[in-house]
Nanobody, 124 residues
């Protein structure tokens, strides 16, 4: 199983980025997928989760600014980030579960089995 993130970078406050995660090696389409982030010295936190039916949930800190979506045909998960703030600076990780999660679990890191290596997002 492999999850590979890309799309991170450095942007000014108010800017936008699009993160991509390509999954391979497992049944992606029937599993929930999520985005998490971790800033230096901080605990990892959920950003967004997308269940196998495509419904997404977001943490309160990004709601209205970030949009998560998935392309099951290409085993890809996306995170569109707009109106970025300095507090969004973190390493962003893609996560994959081994099955559907249910909306009440898509933002819990305990629901996820597979993790990518992360992509850095820096907002100044």
């Amino acid at each position: 199983v492999q999850l590979v993130e890309s799309g991170g970078g450095s942007v000014q406050a108010g800017g936008s980025l699009r993160l991509t995660c390509v999954a391979s090696g497992y049944t992606y389409s029937s599993s929930c997928m999520g985005w998490f982030r971790q800033a230096p010295g901080q605990v990892r936190e959920a950003v967004a989760g997308v269940d196998s039916d495509g419904r997404a949930r977001y943490s309160d800190s990004v709601k209205g600014r970030f949009t998560a979506s998935r392309d099951n045909l290409n085993n890809t998960l996306y995170l569109e980030m707009t109106s970025l703030r300095p507090e969004d600076t973190a390493m962003y990780y893609c996560a994959g579960a081994s099955r559907a999660c249910g909306s009440q679990f898509v933002l819990r890191d305990s629901a996820y089995k597979y993790w990518g290596q992360g992509t850095q997002v820096t907002v100044s």
